[in-house]
């Protein structure tokens, strides 16, 4: 199946586009596609202009800088660049920064959705009827709004939502918002829930790049509670090639989970990570196993045990399937971060020096 076969080239919007994933896509959609992409990005603590660095001289690329929550700034960069599609990625998304303080994310995550819909529906109401036919607004969410699984069983997209930090739950609040504006102004809007995503990029206070950056430091590994804790880790460039597939063809009002198949345990995950490290970066000075690194720590509160996504709906009406095994991803992002020193050294020395966050 080819649903994107003789596609035509678009005028997206991107917000979160210095983030990781959205710098992803942005990568992603220059590559390979005709699309001309607008980045619009706040620059918050997250976001990394390296992420787009490779696509920054296209003339199909442009950035952006505002906020998604000042209404007036929106309106004026819809009716400038006059977007057929507008991707929505732009979020605080660490869970132990909205254990420490979740205002940033009420305000980002539901104030700055409920913002950019307002704005995303009259932009839409003023194009033609052609233009208004093909328009569509996608939500990117998480699988966390779901809440936590046993030991068995998937989440699917009709799963009810029991979100249980303040970061799925800004979340899940931005999803009946989208939900809402679909069902009540008709604006065309799908929406996609993932998994864990790693690779290439991704900010060291995330489990696996804080792990390999620790690991390459030789620096204590910490793993929360005794590490049974179960994700389903999505390689990141995957994913954007899902995004870029359900803004296309996926159908109004629709939500499509995400997932890479790849369930694995948090020390599983960081186990995995120091052979790798141990491999192609060679053992430490002196002469330990970076396994000898981990140590077990307090437990975050309301850790959820397991994540697993059933993404059967996105391969039955798209035909879309995560390319990279967990295996294959890992050790990619290993070595990237391997060979990317300075990239993330500069963030440890400037905004996270890989601290302990959310330690209430």
Known sequence: MNVL???????????????????????????????????????????????????????????????????????????????????????????????????????????????????????????????????????????????????????????PYSPNSPYSASKAGSDHLVRAWHATFGLPAVMTNCSNNYGPFQFPEKLIPLA????????????????????????????????????RAGVPGETYNIGGDAEVTNLTVVNRICDLVDELAGPLADGRTRRELITFVRDRPGHDHRYAIDFTKLTESLGWQPRASFDTGLRQTVAWYLDNHAWWQEIRGRSYDGQRLGGV
């Open 5 to 159: 076969a003789g596609r035509d080239p678009r005028v997206v919007l991107v917000t979160g586009g210095l983030g990781f994933i959205g710098s992803c896509l942005i990568r992603h959609l220059i590559r390979t596609s005709d699309d001309t992409v607008i980045n619009l990005d706040k620059c918050t603590y997250a976001a990394n202009p390296a992420g787009v660095a490779e696509v920054e001289d296209s003339g199909r690329y442009t950035f952006v800088k505002g906020d998604i929550c000042d209404r007036e700034f929106v309106d004026r960069v819809l009716a400038e660049r006059v977007p057929d599609t507008v991707i929505h990625l732009a979020a605080e998304s660490h869970v132990d920064r909205s254990i420490d303080d979740a205002s940033a994310f009420i305000r980002t995550n539901v104030v700055g959705t409920f913002t950019l819909l307002e704005a995303a529906l009259r932009h839409w109401h003023g194009l033609g009827a052609e233009a208004r036919a093909t328009f569509r607004f996608h939500h990117v969410s998480t699988d966390e709004v779901y809440g936590s699984l046993g030991a068995t069983g998937k989440f699917v997209e009709t799963t």
């Open 212 to 247: 390999i950056t620790k690991a390459l430091a030789g620096e204590s590994l910490p793993v929360y509670g005794d590490g049974s804790n179960v994700r389903d880790w999505l390689y990141v460039e995957d994913h954007a090639a899902a995004i870029d597939l359900v803004s």
